[in-house]
C-alpha cells in the first residue's frame, strides 16, 4: 500500500539554525500539507500546497517558514531560524484528486520530530 | 471558528466490552468529519469520516461513529475492543467550503487491557 514518508525520523537543531523536513507524497496525489503538534497539544494546520504555490496557510506559517517541490517527488518544509517554541513533531499530509475536496481524507506520514536547543 | 474537543486525554476499556471515544465540534457551517488513528512511530491512519447521509459511519477495523447535529457530536464506537486498538485517536473537522486543510482535536489516547 502506498505510503507517505518523511526524513529524518528526528532532527535536532540548535536555535537559529535553518532545518529542511522532506516529505515523499503518495506519487500520483496533488495535494500536500504540513501540519505540526507539539508535545502535547493539537495537531494544527500549518500549509498547502498545490500546483507549485502555496493555496492555505495558517497564523503559524509566517516568513520563517516556507515549502517547496523541488523535483517530482519531494515536498520540504524549511524553517529559516529555527527557534525553541518550533519544537514539534512535523506530519506531511498528501491527497489526490485533481480538484481537492473537503470531503477527501489525507495521507499523513509517520512525522518528524523536531528538537530545537 | 472551527474547533474540535476532545474531553478525554485517556479511555480505558477491558478486551472485549464496548469503546466510545467522545469528540465534539464547532463550525460555522455543515462539517465534514474525519477520524485518524496513530500507532506508535507511524502516521496518522485514516478511520472513517462523514460527509453526508447516514449519521452512522462505519469505518476500518470495526469502528464506526455517529454524527449528532444537534449535540455537534461525532463520538467513535466500537462494540467490542482488542487490545491492538489501543493507539492515539484524533478526531478532525472541516468546513464546508473552507478549503481543504483539517482542524484536529487534542487526541484522545486509548488503552484496552486483556
Known amino acids: 500500500e502506498p505510503e507517505v514518508t518523511q526524513t529524518p525520523s528526528h532532527q535536532v537543531t540548535q536555535m537559529g539554525q535553518e532545518v529542511i523536513l522532506r516529505c515523499v507524497p503518495i506519487?500520483?496525489?496533488?495535494?500536500f500539507y504540513w501540519y505540526r503538534q507539539i508535545l502535547g497539544q493539537k495537531v494544527e494546520f500549518l500549509v498547502s500546497f498545490y500546483n507549485n504555490e502555496i493555496s492555505e496557510k495558517s497564523e503559524i506559517f509566517d516568513d520563517q517558514f516556507s515549502v517547496e517541490r523541488p523535483d517530482g517527488s519531494n515536498f520540504t518544509l524549511k524553517i529559516r531560524s529555527t527557534k525553541l517554541e518550533d519544537s514539534a513533531m512535523y506530519f506531511c499530509?498528501?491527497?489526490?484528486?485533481?480538484?481537492?475536496?473537503?470531503?477527501?481524507?489525507?495521507?499523513f506520514g509517520p512525522g518528524t520530530r523536531l528538537t530545537v536547543l | 471558528a472551527q474547533s474540535v474537543a476532545q474531553p478525554e486525554d485517556q479511555v480505558n476499556v477491558a478486551e472485549g466490552n464496548p469503546l466510545t471515544v467522545k469528540c465534539t465540534y464547532s463550525?460555522?457551517?455543515?462539517?465534514?468529519l474525519f477520524w485518524y488513528v496513530q500507532y506508535p512511530n507511524r502516521g496518522l491512519q485514516f478511520l472513517l469520516k462523514y460527509i453526508t447521509g447516514d449519521n452512522l459511519v462505519k469505518g476500518s477495523y470495526g469502528f464506526e461513529a455517529e454524527f449528532n447535529k444537534s449535540q455537534t457530536s461525532f463520538h467513535l464506537k466500537k462494540p467490542s475492543a482488542l487490545v491492538s486498538d489501543s493507539a492515539l485517536y484524533f478526531c478532525a473537522v472541516r468546513d464546508r467550503g473552507a478549503g481543504t486543510a483539517l482542524i484536529f482535536g487534542k487526541g484522545t489516547t486509548l488503552s484496552v487491557s486483556s
Open positions: 499530509a498528501s491527497t489526490g484528486r485533481v480538484v481537492a475536496s473537503g470531503r477527501d481524507e489525507q495521507f
Open positions: 506519487s500520483n496525489h496533488l495535494y
Open positions: 463550525v460555522s457551517g455543515n462539517p465534514y
